[in-house]
């Protein structure tokens, strides 16, 4: 047995000592110390809608560089921040994130096999991507170190949504380590209910909600990360909920500072050789600042020769120095990337042109098409410059829907999809091989962009399952945006009447902050309809998509440490004019839903079923509806006990389900029932509780209880003398309206008279016998 006792607690919290005492065999004490040099702090912020957020560090997980656990309600998720000791060889930022659902966080076992976590869902990924969106920006371009932030969500309580804890979670975490990061950024929800914006709507609130933002900002009210769906709200209702969220965000902003400068490490300082850097730098610009801006300027340049260009002065760069050590070689390639991209954004500035000659508020060419495959329900193909994608639209019941996992649709209100989108990026898009199997994480994120785009205007009663597939032929910049405008296409195409046409469009930005605070028109060019190149050497992503009324996506990517509100307004405003530009383009191909009389166009329709006849309609296990269905194609799903929906490839199919419908429910000859009178009925079957019976020859036997039976309480018909053959008269009365079965007693005829009705056969007419009792 062993027993703890706490001895000594000393007043700065930070060392605890605790003796356990344990008799061994031998009777002498064993005495353990557990000390802790580590002390908790909790920071609780107060939102402007009356909610608290706090978070905790210091008590969980201390090995790792920072772990801070973020509270909402009773929604907890905990983040933690670990990065290797050894840089790694690479171009790129190596930040990994990792946002994990817990099936105990809502206290239910996973449905698996195995009855555990298993690979990451679509919800987990595309929270991943909105937390590494929101971090990315504010790391050093030099930092090469290998870095996991993992975010594990604790517990659900239905109403807090866990992906803005988790962004101010992981925010804090890197504040606390000794990582080199230029935050903290905040991050808020920001909702409007009957046209009044709400910070943080709860899960309830937000089903009733027009717009859905996520915002993530730095201080000085930068913005570095939105996403956002909506139903086509206006231009002055998105930009009053950005800069309410801006607002927002500053107080979370100081509330994290305020934990960092309580117990956040030392920062440590990124090594580098700045002599090797600068005489590094001074060759390569010298060599190939000349060169790369004649390809910069050459405007007969697309996507692949400029590429080509630009690889055979780096490849030529490279043979004049075949002779230098690994590391200088190493350092001009890195350099080589550094004045390419400060040649291309100098050109903007120096020419007031793009590099393919175009304005900065002009689109490149596009070319519609729709119905281009017969057998399909509806298809389109879109094409923007030198990125097409071929969109099709298939329907189908909606039993097909989509279905969430059990926490996604506790934290999101959602149980099912009847519209989903499903994009794919075939390596051959760009000229490259790789595996065509799975999805990875940018596809999911694009492709969700893309549905939310367009998901405003689906109608909600629409009877069918919508499944709308993009898949990328050509990519050169803004495929997501692109299959915003060929989805919308093809849901016309298909008949499905949506509420408006949608287009999407991309917006970039050459940003050149000055030291102060106040941000001239000369110190930024928005770019409307970004290319490939623009995106990558730019400092902005926007993608926005709506109708020619309103917004109904958007997702912001930046990459510098946030840009001012001033630049995110102007590329709004010039986004609603290019995406109005672009709606006029595509209306002159289809400005409608079709109402075509095609062939393979699916239907549906809905019968009813008396319950007394469902057991024949359905068969015994269900085999009239397997038949059904593998003789016409047609699906039958219960709505009720009575209602059955029918889906069908299309009509044909759909009248031969209706015919052998009929056949199995068809009546020979049936008499009509009458409630209250007497019938002769004749005993088929001697059973322990009663004995079974008909009315008519072809009548399915029902059964009689000995309830019914006689006036006396009888454990077996045979006391009353009965046997298979015998005809005995009843009174009818209907049918169970539950169960559907004939209601029939004997015992209420042990009175006075009655009239008798007897069907010898299903071809005589019915008589009626007067009958002295």
């Not at 950005?242 to 994290?256: A, M, N, P, W, Y």
Request: charged share 25%.
């Amino acid at each position: 047995m062993v027993l703890f006792k706490r001895t000594k607690l000393l007043n700065n919290k930070n060392l605890i000592f605790l003796r356990a005492k344990n008799q061994n065999k031998n009777g002498s004490l064993l005495h353990i110390k557990f000390i802790s040099n580590k002390s908790t702090n909790d920071v609780t912020i107060n939102l402007s809608n009356g909610s608290q957020m706090i978070l905790s560090a210091g008590k969980y997980a201390r090995f790792t560089s920072g772990c801070v656990t973020a509270k909402m309600g009773e929604t907890s998720v905990m983040t933690t921040v670990v990065r290797k000791s050894v840089p790694d060889d690479t171009s790129m930022v190596p930040l990994i994130v990792n946002y994990r659902q817990k099936a105990a966080a809502i206290g239910r076992i996973p449905t698996n096999f195995l009855r555990r976590e298993l690979g990451q869902s679509e919800q987990e990924i595309l929270t991943s991507r909105v937390i590494d969106r929101s971090l990315r920006p504010l790391f050093n371009q030099r930092y090469s170190y290998e870095t996991q932030l993992v975010c594990n969500l604790l517990a659900v309580d239905g109403v807090h949504d866990p992906d803005i804890l988790s962004i101010n979670a992981a925010s804090a975490a890197l504040s606390i380590s000794d990582i080199p990061w230029n935050g903290p950024v905040g991050a808020v929800r920001v909702g409007m209910i009957d046209k009044k914006h709400v910070i943080n709507p709860t899960r309830r609130e937000l089903q009733e909600s027009s717009l859905n933002l996520m915002l993530a900002c730095t201080s000085k009210n930068l913005v570095v990360m939105m996403e956002g769906s909506a139903n086509d709200i206006l231009e002055p209702d998105l930009k009053k909920a950005i800069r309410l969220g801006t607002k927002e965000c500053q107080t979370i902003i100081q509330s994290i500072a305020n934990l960092q400068s309580e117990m956040g490490k030392p920062k440590f300082e990124i090594e580098t050789d700045q002599e090797l850097d600068q005489n590094v730098l001074k060759f390569v610009k010298e060599f190939s600042e000349s060169e790369l801006h004649n390809i910069f300027t050459c405007y007969s340049y697309d996507k692949i020769s400029r590429d080509n260009a630009i690889s055979y002065l780096k490849n030529k760069m490279l043979e004049s120095i075949s002779d230098h050590d690994s590391k200088f070689i190493a350092a001009a390639t890195k350099a080589f990337s550094t004045i390419t991209r400060e040649v291309f954004r100098s050109v903007v500035y120096q020419v007031e042109k793009r590099c393919d000659g175009r304005e900065f508020d002009e689109l490149r060419p596009i070319e519609c098409q729709v119905d281009l495959f017969k057998p399909l329900h509806g298809s389109s193909f879109f094409q923007r410059g030198q990125t097409q994608v071929l969109c099709t639209v298939t329907l189908d019941s909606i039993e097909s829907s989509l279905k969430l996992d059990n926490i996604s649709m506790l934290t999101s209100g959602i149980k099912e999809k009847h519209f989903f989108l499903h994009y794919e990026f075939p390596p051959y898009a760009t000229n490259e091989t790789g595996k065509l199997t799975g999805a990875n994480r940018r596809e999911i994120g694009h492709g969700a962009l893309a549905e939310k785009g367009l998901r405003a205007v689906i109608p909600k009663d629409y009877p069918f399952a919508i499944r709308l597939t993009s898949e990328v032929l050509e990519s050169n910049g803004s495929s997501s945006m692109a299959t915003v405008c060929g989805g919308s296409l093809a849901l016309m195409d298909a008949g499905v009447p949506i509420s408006s046409a949608v287009a999407g469009v991309a917006m970039g930005l050459i940003y050149n902050p000055n030291i102060g605070n106040s941000v001239s028109d000369d110190d930024f060019k928005i770019l409307t309809d970004i290319s490939g190149i623009e995106d990558y050497f730019g400092d902005m992503d926007f993608k926005i998509a709506g109708t020619k009324k309103g917004f109904t996506a958007l997702q912001v990517d930046v990459k510098v440490p946030g840009i001012p509100l001033k630049i995110v307004m102007k590329a709004i405003q010039k986004s609603a004019t290019a995406k109005s530009r672009i709606l006029n383009i595509m209306n002159r191909v289809i400005a409608a839903p079709a109402e075509s009389d095609r062939k393979n166009k699916p239907v549906h329709d809905t019968i009813e079923v008396p319950v007394h006849q469902r057991g024949r309609f359905l068969g015994i296990g269900g085999t009239n509806l397997k038949k059904i269905y593998h003789e016409t194609g047609v699906n039958i799903y219960p709505q009720s006990d009575t209602e059955f929906s029918l889906f069908a490839p299309n009509q044909t199919a759909m009248d031969e389900a209706k015919e052998m419908i009929a056949q199995s429910l068809q009546k020979d000859n049936e008499p009509t029932l009458i409630f209250g009178d007497i019938y002769k009925a004749k005993i088929t079957e001697i059973r322990e509780t009663g004995v079974m019976v008909t009315l008519y020859p072809t009548m399915v036997p029902t059964m009689l209880p000995n309830s019914q039976l006689d006036q006396r309480k009888i454990h077996h018909p045979s006391v009353l003398g009965l046997n298979v053959g015998d005809e005995i008269q009843v009174k009818y009365f209907g049918r169970d309206p539950v169960s559907g079965h004939v209601r029939l007693s004997r015992k209420v005829l042990q009175d006075p008279v009655s009239f008798v009705r007897n069907f010898s056969s299903t071809e005589e007419t019915l008589e009626t016998h007067k009958t002295q009792i």
